[in-house]
């Protein structure tokens, strides 16, 4: 299947193409097939709600397509009022992926370290949300960062049941604990069974 990917973050279009790759999928970013648009903001009540307007409105503009689109955050047991849905504009200050790994592991100093990380992926055709499907990862905040194989907060996320970080980890490790690779199965399980029933 060929999925197009509603938005206009390189770092994100690669890490999706990637994991789409493992079950033999294809995607591109929209702007392949149409000018750059501009998203409308994102919300504060839900990662389905956010996720869902980005692809509904890529869907409008390229109706016949598999338009997909997600929205992630990051719960910290210590720190409940902030981050989760609000994740990216609350480490607006934070540029980079180092600056704001760095201040995770502060929002957790003396604290509980537990974390957890949720992505929900929705994918629209035709001007409608076919399927929206949820992927989440647990675990602890790592004390410093760690490992090579990515950054931000791949370096700081240990997964339970693991002593290593994300990026401690070669991707086929990882993958299964990636909350885009959970979404995307999920996804794939369905448009193929959907498929299949004609």
Known sequence: MQFIIASNNRDKIKEIQRILRVRQNNAIPYTELIEKKHFPPEGNRSYTENASEKALFISKFLPEELVIADDSGLSLKAQPGILGVRTARDLANYPTAHEYAQHIIQLVQGRDRSFKMTTVLTCAYQGRILK?????????????????????????????NSTKTLAQMAFNEAYPYLTRAQAAEGLDRFLKKKGNQG
Do not use: D, N, Q
């Open 132 to 160: 929206t499907v949820p992927g989440i990862l647990e675990g602890e905040i790592a004390r410093t960062e760690r490992g090579t194989a990515g950054e931000g907060f791949s370096r700081i996320l240990i997964p339970e």
